[in-house]
Structure formats: structure tokens, C-alpha cells
């Protein structure tokens, strides 16, 4: 085959792509996470005492926001999925899925700071009164790198997930994708 008709018919790398295959992964790790914790708070329920009122309706508040997550992250996957197959009917869902994980990542993201400045100040005041303990100093520092690697984590995914929306926009991006006919 000649040179120019292999580079004609040879897809050119999409990063987009790359991103939607990351935005599914990560849905999917999602997904087990919540269906493991349901599964943990159902378990829970059960073993509930009569007459734990308060901690059952506590359990059963956790209980339903863990299916309406899952739900949400199964919705993401299948959005996901049709996109990588470049189904026409999947961009624009996906896109206004992208953009409110942006603010969702965004908004979730100012609040773990305002938890952090709060969490750190009380965790160098604790490293202080614990300096005998090396064991509670571990479980502080390990705490510190949570927080830091959940606030790392958003300050990438929301930028990334706004570039996402924006390139399933693009002329060229869409032109990509099968319409229904």
C-alpha cells in the first residue's frame, strides 16, 4: 500500500478518546465502590437491634445515595461506552455529563479544602501531643496524603473534564461520530 493512502485511512490519536476510556475506568471503579458500601449498609440494617430507629434511618439515608452514585456511575458508563464506539446519540449526554462532574468535582473540591485547612491545623497540633507515638503519627501523616492526593485528583479532573465537554464539541470531534438514520 502506498504511503499517502495508509496515512488516509490511519485514525489520527484523539486525546479525547483517551479521556473518555479514563472518564469509563474510573466509572467503573466507582460503581464497585458504591455497590461494595450498599452492600456493607444493607448488611448493617439487618443486624440492626429493634428500635434503632435513628441509626436505621441513618443507614438507610447512606443506603440510598450509595444507589442513586451507583445509578449515576452506571449511566456514565453506558454514555461512555457509546461514545468509544462513537454512537451519535452518546456526545451530547456526555458532554453535559462532563461539564456537571466538573462542577460537582469542582464544588466537592473547594469543600475538601476548607476540610483540610481545618483537618491540618488540628493535625499539627496533634503531631505535637503525639510526638511519643509513632504509630499515631503514621495514621496523621497517611491522613495528610489522603487529603492531598484527593485534592490533586480534583484539581486535574475538573479542568480535564471541561476540556472533554468542550471537545466533543468541536467540528472535527463530531464529525466522527455515527448518526442515527
Same mark, same amino acid.
Given at each position: 500500500?502506498?504511503?499517502?493512502? !495508509?496515512?488516509?485511512?490511519?485514525?489520527?490519536? %484523539?486525546? =479525547?478518546?483517551? #479521556?473518555?476510556?479514563?472518564? +469509563? $475506568? &474510573?466509572?467503573?471503579?466507582?460503581?464497585?465502590?458504591?455497590?461494595?458500601?450498599?452492600?456493607?449498609?444493607?448488611?448493617?440494617?439487618?443486624?440492626?437491634?429493634?428500635?434503632?430507629?435513628?441509626?436505621?434511618?441513618?443507614?438507610?439515608?447512606?443506603?440510598?445515595?450509595?444507589?442513586?452514585?451507583?445509578?449515576?456511575?452506571?449511566?456514565?458508563?453506558?454514555?461512555?461506552?457509546?461514545?468509544?464506539?462513537?454512537?451519535?446519540?452518546?456526545?451530547?449526554? !456526555?458532554?453535559?455529563?462532563?461539564?456537571?462532574? %466538573?462542577? =460537582?468535582?469542582? #464544588?466537592?473540591?473547594?469543600? +475538601? $479544602? &476548607?476540610?483540610?485547612?481545618?483537618?491540618?491545623?488540628?493535625?499539627?497540633?496533634?503531631?505535637?501531643?503525639?510526638?511519643?507515638?509513632?504509630?499515631?503519627?503514621?495514621?496523621?501523616?497517611?491522613?495528610?496524603?489522603?487529603?492531598?492526593?484527593?485534592?490533586?485528583?480534583?484539581?486535574?479532573?475538573?479542568?480535564?473534564?471541561?476540556?472533554?465537554?468542550?471537545?466533543?464539541?468541536?467540528?472535527?470531534?463530531?464529525?466522527?461520530?455515527?448518526?442515527?438514520?
Amino acid at each position: 500500500m502506498p504511503p499517502a493512502r !495508509l496515512a488516509a485511512t490511519t485514525p489520527a490519536f %484523539a486525546a =479525547w478518546r483517551v #479521556v473518555v476510556w479514563l472518564l +469509563l $475506568l &474510573l466509572a467503573a471503579f466507582g460503581c464497585a465502590q458504591y455497590l461494595r458500601h450498599a452492600s456493607l449498609m444493607r448488611t448493617q440494617l439487618r443486624q440492626l437491634a429493634p428500635g434503632s430507629g435513628d441509626a436505621a434511618a441513618m443507614l438507610r439515608h447512606m443506603l440510598a445515595w450509595d444507589v442513586v452514585y451507583l445509578l449515576a456511575a452506571l449511566v456514565l458508563i453506558v454514555l461512555c461506552a457509546a461514545c468509544i464506539l462513537r454512537q451519535g446519540w452518546a456526545r451530547v449526554p !456526555l458532554r453535559v455529563a462532563s461539564g456537571l462532574l %466538573a462542577v =460537582w468535582v469542582a #464544588v466537592t473540591g473547594v469543600m +475538601l $479544602l &476548607l476540610q483540610w485547612w481545618q483537618f491540618d491545623r488540628a493535625s499539627i497540633e496533634a503531631l505535637v501531643q503525639l510526638r511519643a507515638d509513632p504509630v499515631l503519627q503514621q495514621a496523621v501523616q497517611h491522613a495528610r496524603r489522603s487529603y492531598r492526593l484527593a485534592l490533586a485528583f480534583k484539581v486535574i479532573a475538573a479542568p480535564l473534564l471541561l476540556w472533554l465537554a468542550w471537545r466533543l464539541g468541536a467540528p472535527g470531534v463530531r464529525a466522527q461520530f455515527r448518526v442515527r438514520g
